[in-house]
C-alpha cells in the first residue's frame, strides 16, 4: 500500500488543523491506518489508529482528548482533526498502515510537517 499525507502547515495555538492521508492499493481493507508524529529531538511516538471496522485507537499522551481520527473507505483515505493546537503538537506527522499492530507499522508515507506557534 502507498500513502500520501497532506494538510500540515503552520496554525496557532488553539487553532485546528486536518490531516488527510490518501492511501493506494487493492487491499486497503486489509489495513488499519494511523499517524504517528515526531518532534525534533525526540522519538516518533504513535497517535491514532483506525480499522476498516471503525475501531479507533489512542494515544492519550499525545493527543490529550483533542484529535480525532477517521476514514472514508470509499475514498481509501484517513483523516486526523486536531483541535486545540498546542506548541508541543508540533512535529512530523507521519501516516502509517498494518495489518497487525501499532508497534511495527509495515508501511509508511511522507511525513507532512504541523508547526504550531503560541
Known amino acids: 500500500v502507498q500513502l500520501q499525507a497532506s494538510g500540515g502547515g503552520l496554525a496557532q495555538a488553539g487553532g485546528s488543523l486536518r490531516l488527510s492521508c490518501a492511501a493506494s492499493?487493492?487491499?486497503?481493507?486489509?489495513?488499519?491506518l494511523g499517524w504517528f508524529r515526531q518532534a525534533p529531538g525526540k522519538e516518533r511516538e504513535f497517535v491514532a489508529g483506525?480499522?476498516?471496522?471503525?475501531?479507533?485507537?489512542y494515544n492519550p499522551r499525545s493527543e490529550k482528548g483533542r484529535f480525532t481520527i477517521s476514514r472514508d473507505n470509499a475514498k481509501n483515505t484517513v483523516y486526523l482533526q486536531m483541535n486545540n493546537l498546542e506548541p508541543e503538537d508540533t512535529a512530523v506527522y507521519y501516516c502509517?498502515?498494518?495489518?497487525?499492530?501499532?508497534?511495527?507499522?509495515?508501511?509508511w508515507g511522507q511525513g507532512t510537517l504541523v508547526t504550531v506557534s503560541s
Open positions: 502509517a498502515a498494518t495489518t497487525t499492530n501499532w508497534a511495527s507499522p509495515g508501511y
Open positions: 492499493g487493492r487491499t486497503f481493507n486489509s489495513y488499519a
Open positions: 483506525i480499522r476498516w471496522s471503525g475501531t479507533t485507537t
